[in-house]
C-alpha cells in the first residue's frame, strides 16, 4: 500500500472512530489548548475518588471523542493496580435517540466485568441467593443477576434479554422466576444506577462517558438532563461524569434542553479549538508517530511532510473548520499524492500549492 512507502503500518489519515482505536495509537496531542490544566485537575479527582462532572465540546471533527478515549487511558495507567477506575462510555446515537438504547449500550459494555461485579455482591449479601432481594432492593433484578451468575444456558440468555430491557413473554418470565419486564425510562435508570453502586464494591471509583448529547432533540434531552443530574447527585464520591457535544459554545448545552442544574454540576471543561500552524505540525507529529513501523528511521516523525507544507496546508484551510478531522483527510489526499509521484516527493509548501485543488475546507 501507498502508505508503506513512508513506514506506516497502517494508514494514518483514514477517518475511524477514536472508539475503535487501539489505546496504544492515543495519545495527548493538544498542548494548545488552554484548558488543560482544568483536564489535569478532572482527572487527578477521578483518581482521588472524588465526585465530578466535565464538558468537552467544539465543533464536529474536532477530536473531542479522542480526549473521550485518551481520559480512559490515562485512568487505566494511573489507577493503582488493585484500585483500577472503571471507565463506560455511550453515546446518543443520532438514528434513534433514546433512553432505552443508551441504557443498553451501557450495559453490554459493562458486561465484561460483572462477574467480577456479582461475586462481590453475592460476597457482600452474606454467600446466600435468598438475601440478594433485601441487600439489592429489587427481586426481580435480584433474581436475573443471579440467574447471570449461576443459571443455566437457556436461563441465562432469559435473564440477559430481561437485563437488556428486551420484550419479554409470560412464558419467559416465568422460566426464570421473573414478575414483570424491564419496561420504561425510570425502571432501567434505577437499574443502570444500582449496577454503578455495587461496580464500586471491586473498582475505585467509576467514569460514565456520554458522548454526542447533540442528537438528543429537545424533549429528551430535558429529560435526560434531568436523569443525569440525579445520577451524579446520588454519589457522595467515586463517580465522575462527562458529557460530550458538538457546540463552540459551552452553555449552549443548556439550550439543547439539558439544563442549568446538571451543567453546573460539570464544573470542569475543555473546548477542543480550531488548529493552528504551529499545533498542527506538532499535532501531525505525534499522529504520525503511532503509526510508524517500529524501527523504521526518520528525521523527523513529520515525514512525509516538510512544516512548510502543513503550514500552507493551515494557510489555505477554513480556520472555523481547521480541526484534526479535517487536516487528516487532506494530509492523506497529499501523502497519497506523494507516494506515488514518479520520484521521491515530500510534501512541501509548493507541492501544497501545486495540489490544493484537490483539498477540502479551503478558505
Known amino acids: 500500500m501507498w502508505y508503506e512507502k513512508f513506514g506506516f503500518k497502517d494508514d494514518p489519515y483514514v477517518i475511524r472512530s477514536p472508539m475503535v482505536v487501539p489505546l496504544e495509537r492515543i495519545k495527548w496531542n493538544r498542548d494548545d489548548l488552554s ?3 482544568s483536564f489535569l485537575k478532572f482527572v487527578q479527582r477521578v483518581l482521588d475518588g472524588r465526585r465530578v462532572g466535565m464538558k468537552v465540546y467544539g465543533g464536529e471533527g474536532s477530536g473531542k471523542t479522542w480526549l ?4 480512559e487511558k490515562v485512568l487505566k495507567e494511573k489507577s493503582k493496580r488493585k484500585a483500577l477506575v472503571l471507565y463506560i462510555y455511550g453515546g446518543i446515537r443520532r438514528l434513534e435517540p433514546t433512553f432505552s438504547n443508551f441504557y443498553e449500550e451501557f450495559v453490554r459494555r459493562i458486561e465484561p466485568h460483572l462477574p467480577k461485579i456479582l461475586g462481590a455482591i453475592h460476597k457482600k449479601a452474606g454467600y446466600k441467593r435468598t438475601n440478594w432481594d433485601k441487600y439489592l432492593g429489587d427481586k426481580d433484578l435480584a433474581t436475573a443477576l443471579s440467574v447471570i451468575r449461576e443459571g443455566r444456558e437457556d436461563d441465562v440468555r432469559k435473564a440477559w434479554l430481561w437485563l437488556l430491557g428486551r420484550r419479554m413473554s409470560a412464558a419467559e418470565l ?12 425510570y425502571k432501567k435508570y434505577e437499574v443502570l444506577r444500582t449496577l454503578i453502586q455495587h461496580s464500586l464494591l471491586v473498582f475505585s471509583s467509576f467514569t460514565l462517558v456520554v458522548d454526542e448529547l447533540e442528537n438528543a432533540p429537545p424533549a429528551f434531552a430535558r429529560a435526560l438532563g434531568d436523569t443525569l443530574r440525579d445520577l451524579i447527585d446520588s454519589f457522595y464520591d467515586k463517580f465522575s461524569l462527562v458529557c460530550s457535544y458538538t457546540t463552540e459554545i459551552a452553555d449552549e448545552l443548556i439550550d439543547l434542553g439539558y439544563g442549568i442544574f446538571l451543567y453546573k454540576r460539570l464544573e470542569h471543561e475543555v473546548k477542543m479549538n480550531a488548529l493552528e500552524s504551529d499545533a498542527t505540525v506538532s499535532f501531525l507529529r505525534i499522529h504520525h508517530e503511532c503509526y510508524r513501523k517500529p ?12 512544516a512548510s507544507g502543513v503550514k500552507r496546508l493551515v494557510d489555505l484551510t477554513d480556520p472555523k473548520q481547521c480541526y484534526p478531522r479535517t487536516v487528516l483527510t487532506n494530509c492523506g489526499v497529499l501523502a497519497e499524492e506523494a507516494a506515488t509521484a514518479t ?3 515530500k510534501v512541501t509548501a509548493a507541492f501544497v500549492n501545486d ?3 484537490f483539498l477540502s475546507y479551503l478558505a
Do not use: A
Open 343 to 345: 520520484k521521491d516527493t
Open 355 to 357: 495540489n490544493k485543488e
Open 174 to 185: 416465568r422460566d426464570i422466576k421473573i414478575v414483570s419486564p424491564l419496561l420504561g425510562d
Open 35 to 37: 484548558d488543560k490544566p
Open 68 to 71: 473521550i478515549r485518551y481520559i
Open 295 to 306: 524501527g523504521y528511521k526518520v528525521q523527523d516523525q513529520l515525514f512525509p511532510f516538510e
